[in-house]
């Protein structure tokens, strides 16, 4: 009965390789997120999506590219990975606008050799 | 939203209470405060949030001064399992804004 899930947990590749991470939530909520947490375990936001609509893009290249087919699901593609990309990934989810607290994922740890 | 600030570490002995502070001095009267903690490999979990008035829930208690300058999240039996980074953020009311997560307060629960 997992609420917010990601997969992989764990992503080993190489550089200029391209790799997509998965979250489905079963919470019912409408709005999803993705955060960078790097190897100083500062976690940022890097993408909002409320109702399948991008509402935020915070200073991310774009080799990185969220897709979100419905409410329940936001994927993340990453293009050219580059060492600097490895961090472990979070995905979360809350319900609407407000003061709605957010669900978060285990994470996905990438790390790029 | 409002910066805050809370101490890098701190250690609490198992079955004791656990207070950590969290200063917000720029805090305006939209903004929540909110407690977020991280169980080493694990997402944030949501502890509590609050506006002004004291708040409780099953985890833990939140204190926040009649200023709102300031706040202490209570965790009132402390076990070894409450061991996490905690993360004090403040956060604008009726936004599906992120959270801006700071450094947050390293808690170790000792024997």
């Known amino acids: 009965d997992t609420a917010v899930s990601q997969t992989p947990k764990y992503l080993v590749t190489q550089m200029g390789n391209d790799k997509s991470i998965k979250c489905e939530q079963n919470l019912g909520h409408d709005t999803m997120y993705w955060y960078k947490q790097d190897s100083k375990k500062f976690l940022k936001i890097m993408f909002s999506y409320n109702n399948k609509e991008l509402i935020i893009n915070e200073t991310v290249p774009n080799r990185f590219s969220p897709k979100s087919p419905d409410k329940a699901h936001l994927n993340l593609h990453i293009n050219s990975l580059e060492l600097g990309d490895s961090a472990v990934y979070f995905c979360?989810?809350?319900?609407?606008?407000?003061?709605?607290?957010?669900?978060f994922g285990d994470g996905t740890r990438l790390s790029i050799l | 939203d409002a910066k805050t600030t809370q101490p890098p570490s701190m250690d609490c002995a198992e079955g004791r209470a656990a207070n950590l502070p969290c200063n917000h001095s720029?805090?305006?009267?939209?903004?929540?405060v909110y407690w977020y903690r991280q169980i080493h490999s694990q997402g944030p979990q949501y502890i509590i949030h609050g506006l002004k008035n004291n708040e409780t829930n099953e985890m833990a208690s939140l204190i926040i001064t009649e200023d709102r300058k300031s706040s202490t999240l209570i965790l009132p039996h402390a076990t070894l399992r409450d061991t996490a980074v905690y993360y004090c953020?403040?956060?604008?009311?009726?936004?599906?804004?992120?959270?801006?997560f700071g450094s947050g307060t390293q808690l170790t629960v000792l024997p």
């Open positions: 979360a989810s809350s319900q609407g606008q407000g003061n709605q607290p957010q669900h």
């Open positions: 720029t805090i305006s009267g939209n903004e929540y």
């Open positions: 953020i403040v956060r604008v009311f009726g936004s599906a804004r992120q959270l801006t």
